[in-house]
């Protein structure tokens, strides 16, 4: 059978509970590194070990004032310090009761979720967007658009090319002077390109882009098929993929059915054309 040990603390007969000690002198030991130490007593029992303070003791040694003292500031005679309970919330001019890490409910809120207490804008802070705020942390201030854009391209800017660029990107410039299509072309033989996510003719893109808007009612009439007595028309006809804005003439819809087809030769002599142009 073996012998029961007790603690190793001279005098003390109670049965050891760890490394040698009773539970009493351990405790004291793992505290202090001083298992003879008559400072280290029942957390409950004692009162707090600041300097002339008689208060209970609540937290590591201190009672609650000085424990918090302790805990926010590093020090327990910082006789400025007061608990937040007492003090309010530590946004200037905000009058609201403590909540918590110094803050009332409201600004406790938005410093977790935001990163600050400060008051979003009622619109989004990117140029004229004007959409509502929506985000928080590192996105407040900004719209979903925006914030997703920043998440993930790490800038509000717009990722995707310009029209411009997109457009310049499939014209194919000939030796001719038209500008071929490396796109969509519909059934019409008409070259297609998307302008907010709608098919529109790139002829019609192209003469807004670098000749103006197309007048009201008007037809943007290809001039190098009109000049081109040889072209059958229909579907097959190479012009109508041309884009290249010298070609281009915005005409009545009468007068574009008169250039077209079987009239266009007599219409050549009749209409002035623009002078062809790289």
Not at 111 to 129: E, H, I, K, S
Not at 183 to 195: C, E, L, P
Not at 239 to 264: D, F, I, Q, W, Y
Request: charged share 30%; proline share 5%; glycine share 10%.
């Amino acid at each position: 059978m073996l012998e029961k040990l007790t603690c190793a603390v001279r005098e003390c007969t109670r049965d050891a509970y760890c490394k040698g000690y009773c539970e009493a002198h351990y405790k004291r030991w793992r505290t202090n590194g001083d298992p003879g130490s008559a400072e280290i007593q029942s957390r409950g029992r004692k009162g707090c070990s600041a300097e002339g303070c008689e208060n209970p003791h609540s937290c590591r040694g201190y009672c609650e004032k000085h424990y918090r003292r302790f805990r926010e500031k590093g020090v327990v005679d910082d006789a400025s310090f007061q608990p937040y309970a007492r003090t309010g919330c530590s946004v200037p001019d905000c009058g609201n009761p403590h909540f918590k890490r110094g803050f009332c409910m409201k600004h406790e809120w938005r410093m977790r979720r935001r990163g600050t207490t400060d008051d979003l804008p009622a619109t989004c802070t990117v140029g004229d967007c004007g959409r509502r705020c929506y985000s928080r942390g590192k996105y407040a201030g900004l719209c979903e658009k925006h914030a997703e854009r920043l998440r993930l391209h790490g800038s509000t800017d717009n990722p995707l090319p310009s029209l411009e660029e997109r457009f310049l990107a499939k014209a194919i410039r000939s030796e001719n002077g038209c500008w071929g299509w490396n796109g969509t072309v519909d059934d019409q033989g008409y070259a297609k390109i998307n302008v907010s996510r709608k098919p529109v003719g790139a002829h019609i893109v192209s003469y807004g882009l670098w000749v103006g808007a197309v007048p009201d009612g008007a037809h943007v009439d290809h001039v190098c098929h009109s000049r081109d007595m040889e072209c059958p028309g229909g579907p097959e006809c190479a012009h109508r993929r041309c884009s290249n804005p010298a070609h281009l003439e915005a005409v009545t819809p009468k007068e574009n059915a008169v250039r077209s087809g079987a009239n266009r030769r007599a219409a050549a002599g009749k209409v002035r054309l623009l002078p062809f142009a790289d």
